[in-house]
């Protein structure tokens, strides 16, 4: 589940015990403002918590014959 900037106290709100209030937030998210990159490995590894993890890395190309 994606949840939108402008859900997010919403649904971390503890008072809130009415799951048809959370309704809202589960619709599906836009995936017009969505981006794929490819990420280092390092986001494999739970040690590996940080910033870095997220940040966008070049892709390797290797040479080929064909």
């Given at each position: 589940?994606?949840?939108?900037?402008?859900?997010?106290?919403?649904?971390?709100?503890?008072?809130?015990?009415?799951?048809?209030?959370?309704?809202?937030?589960l619709e599906p998210y836009d995936p017009a403002?969505?981006?794929?990159?490819?990420?280092?490995?390092?986001?494999?590894r739970p040690e590996n918590d940080d910033d870095e993890c997220g940040q966008e890395v070049p892709i390797a190309i290797t040479p080929t014959l064909f």
């Amino acid at each position: 589940m994606i949840l939108r900037v402008e859900d997010y106290a919403r649904w971390l709100d503890p008072c809130i015990n009415n799951p048809s209030l959370l309704r809202a937030c589960l619709e599906p998210y836009d995936p017009a403002l969505m981006k794929k990159y490819p990420v280092s490995s390092r986001l494999n590894r739970p040690e590996n918590d940080d910033d870095e993890c997220g940040q966008e890395v070049p892709i390797a190309i290797t040479p080929t014959l064909f």
